[in-house]
């Protein structure tokens, strides 16, 4: 957006009809109070003040619904698949019990999000472990947990799974590991530079002209079962056609590495990008799956298992972040404050992701003014939204930051001692608890080493 002379530009406002494009599917204008936003059935007002602000919002309904077009549609598509929760997306222990009720697997990063899942009853046996950093720690724990499948980065890696494997006595002792490789396919995803994971400068995976030695290592230890490759090329990609063209680099590794024998397993990844405001344009799940299922087709042995990993676009609408407004401050700008910001949202400082701010409870005002939207962390860059078009706001106003439902929680941190939000599902009328707000004896927990001790 521009500024001249210290004044922002405003940026038109977008019509209430848009913005529900971008909130989540069961948002509407409450009947009783027309001037207040409810989801799944509840107003946000009545939300502050159960729950308190700021609160992570998701409509249950929406979600669930959300991941049947992921499940069903690959389904219908390619039987023989799987879709998997990239729960690096939205780690709450609630959401892994609903990803498996809806029939996910789950693709974890390291051991925190194996503990998350394992602590929701996510069976074992659908759980995948990434990372391109595994420790000796993480792996046994996967071991003894017997999960599905581990996604092999690197020759270290492999190092150390012919050390671990013989010695785990968990359920699966002795018996083979399936694992697959992590390769870089070489596709420079068109996104955030902190966003593209497939092109040749990454950390993630080995390059196609390293794959066939650590293949070779995996189909000759008799405790590792090597079913595939995986790959994964970037995150909040709007372009389908890149995807298509990942698969289509599949095709070379099996040509290189198994004279043409297609593998078992073809774990593509995930990365479908989502609509953040109101004029981007975000391909349906539907056009994402034709994309991959057609590259599919045209690359990939019939009879194999055509696995994905979708996070982003499974749980980013779905989800809103609620703030109270703390103060107005008329400076020549205009800053509206509000009671979270980089500390439980750091997209915008992170990525330059634009989102879409609504004073959800003044829906009936005109939005007059162009305000800066910022949070309480001290550093400028903590800045929600720069020109967000709203009514005169005042202090005590309810304001939802919409889709914000990937990687917001993920993110969330105590900069400034800031305690991180609690997590509420609304459906139906109704909302449940999913994770509790933080306390400061939370706080303060880690740091019992020192408190009243004497320097
Ligand atoms: C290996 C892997 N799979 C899946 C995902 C999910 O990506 P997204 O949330 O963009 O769908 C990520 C995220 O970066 C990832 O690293």
Redesign the pocket.
Known sequence: MDTHGGHVTPVPAPSLDALWSILPENAAIDDATPEVLSIGGVTVTELAEQYGTPLYVYDEVGLRRQIRRFTEGLRERWPNSEV?F?S??FPAVGMYRLAQEEGLSV?V?GGGELQMALAAGVDPARIHM?GNAKTDAELAMALEAGIDTI?VDNADELDRLERLLPQHTGARASMPQQLLL?VIPGVAAKTHAS?A?GGAESK?GLPLDQAAEAIARMRAHPLMDFAGV?L?I????LDVAQFAEAVSKLSNVTDDVSGGTAFRTYDV?????VKYTTTDDAPSVDAYLDAIVAAAREHLHPDARLLI??????VARAGVTLYRVTSVKRTGRTFVAVDGGLADQMDAALTGQRFEAVLANRLADDWSESVQLVGRQCESGDLLVDGAPMPEANVGDLVVLATTG??GYTLANNYNGALKPAIVFVGDGGSRLVARRETYADLLATHEPSIGSTV
């Open positions: 998997l990239a690096k997306s693709d990063a990434h996604i992590r966003q994971t993630f995986h994964h970037g995150s909040q990609i990844g995930g990365g479908l990008g990993e979708p996070g982003r676009s499974l990937a990687y």
